[in-house]
């Protein structure tokens, strides 16, 4: 199983539509990232998130930490076709190698004009 | 201007071939990954190197090798390539270490015939 799970695993919506992705993670999560790929092309950083509680804004896309329950949440206000693409997770795990950054599934999005 | 730049950005091969991937950054990082994405879309890190000197390497196979020639450079060096190498590098540098946000390129889109 992935140590960091995302759900949905895709996801469908009308052009102006809230829409919430979370991200659970098996471990305390240290630091939390937010990445959209376009499909067929590269990541894009979204935000990063450090502390528990802590909540960033990037034009209609919020992501919330919640140390507590291990989980990050993505939320997107009024979604746009522009909004399309694969939503990644991803937060600094330690493995025998050391600290690494670890990603979860995935997310598709699509948004139906 | 190009942050991290990955060359090609295609590659069909036939199995059994040699073939390198090249990545470069001008982002003055002193840190670069390789991470592989499979056909569901799971991202996992590959290797790290740190001021030119590898500081993760996952469970990879012996023939992936790793190169850099400077700072900047990060290429992947594959022999003997399988059916199942066929999938999407990226390459990814941050700032020193994995605390660091990391930037992507483009990917390079593997296939092995």
């Known amino acids: 199983s992935q140590e960091l799970e995302q759900s949905p695993q895709s996801l469908i919506v009308q052009e102006g539509k809230n829409l919430t992705i979370n991200c659970t993670s098996s471990?305390?999560?240290?630091?939390l990232y937010w990445y959209k790929q376009k499909y067929g092309e590269g990541l894009i950083f979204l935000m990063m998130?450090?502390?528990?509680?802590e909540e960033k804004s990037h034009e209609k896309i919020t992501a919330k930490l919640d140390e507590k329950k291990q989980q990050s949440s993505l939320h997107i206000t009024a979604s746009q076709p522009s909004h399309a693409g694969i939503y990644l997770c991803?937060?600094?795990?330690?493995?025998?190698?050391?600290?690494?950054?670890?990603f979860g599934g995935g997310t598709r999005l699509m948004v139906k004009p | 201007d190009t942050a991290v730049s990955q060359t090609p950005k295609y590659l069909v091969t036939q199995m059994g071939n040699d073939k390198s991937i090249k990545c470069e950054q001008n982002?003055?990082?002193?840190?670069m990954y390789w991470y592989k994405q499979d056909s569901k879309k799971f991202l996992k890190i590959m290797f790290s190197?740190?001021?030119?000197?590898?500081?993760i390497n996952e469970t990879v196979p012996n023939r992936f090798s790793p190169k850099s020639p400077d700072k900047a450079h990060l290429n992947l060096h594959i022999n003997s390539l399988e059916l199942g190498d066929s999938a999407v590098y990226f390459c990814?540098?941050?700032?020193?270490?994995?605390?660091?946000?990391?930037?992507f390129g483009p990917g390079t889109r593997l296939t092995v015939l």
């Open positions: 190197y740190n001021n030119k000197e590898l500081i």
């Open positions: 990814a540098s941050s700032a020193s270490g994995v605390t660091d946000t990391q930037y």
């Open positions: 991803g937060a600094e795990m330690n493995n025998n190698a050391g600290n690494m950054l670890t």
């Open positions: 982002l003055g990082h002193d840190t």
């Open positions: 471990k305390t999560l240290y630091g």
């Open positions: 998130l450090q502390k528990g509680g």
